[in-house]
């Protein structure tokens, strides 16, 4: 293994992220393109072709490398393929591992995006020296990752973990991919923080604010944030209320594995304690005493998207030892 290079590629609702990878897990060369300006999966691959391939070149060619990682939404580590996600524009059964495994010329694996991030913070992160710790990703949509005594949980069809379609206030907002109500996604993403702030604009008519000076179109989790921290009362409600049904969700996690932590990482924890305090008052507020004051709520140590790319170059490094 000395000398050779992983590819791990990180598949998101807006942007993919890929990187050439070390034995040592350290990312030697990253780049990104758009998830969504392709119709066809065999574009994005042929896109994806063009800035990889260069870099894989740079390090010393496909010869110097043991495969190729991807974690994507609703990826399948058993078949390989992207199983109906609701954030890609490509739907149905995506033969994904197979088709860039050709394409590259080096082996190819596949797992869904969170699971992937979930062993990178085990491998080089947060949780290097857990054995039970669950990630959170706060994006455009909410992914999670479980690991029960050192192992990621996947269940027998290889989608076990979707906490952010788990339905925490039932009959509440449509969630616009998949139709649900109520979704955790549906609140707690950066498309939730979004929509949030519609409803509280409409909602208190009267009340100024320094976000009706976006027009919806503008309006962003960002923009929340940037409001909320120049002291904006209905942005740092937005936050408040994002953050009470985070931590709602989150004591219902604590509460079925007893992880020593959760991990948030993604777009959102740019928002750093506007985000962070709710979400602990209120997880706390909901545990059973034996759980409560157990549970770190930390953001990852790495950097955005980082634990996504080498979780997913992990997946070859384990697959050359088998």
Known sequence: MKNKFAVGIDIGGTTTKFGIVNNAGEII???????????????????????????IERAGGVKQFVGIGIGAPNGNIYTGTIEYAPNLKWKGIIPIADLVEKKFGLKTKLTNDANAAAVGEMMYGACKDMKHFITITLGTGVGSGIVIDGRIVVGHDGFAGELGHTIIRPGGRQHKSTGMHGSLESYASATGVRETAIEMLTQHPEEPSLLRNYSINELTSESVYECAMQGDNIA????????????????????????????????LTKAGNLILNPTKKHMEANLLPIFQNKVKLIFSELKESDAAILGASALVWDMNED
Request: net charge negative.
């Open 29 to 55: 060369e990253q780049d990104r393109i758009p998830s969504n300006e392709h119709e066809v999966v065999e574009d994005f691959i042929d896109d994806l072709y063009t800035k990889l391939m260069p870099m």
């Open 236 to 267: 740092n409600n937005i936050f408040e209320f994002t953050g009470q049904i985070l931590g709602e969700s989150l004591a219902n996690f604590v509460m079925f594995s007893s992880p020593a932590a959760i991990v948030l990482f993604g777009g």
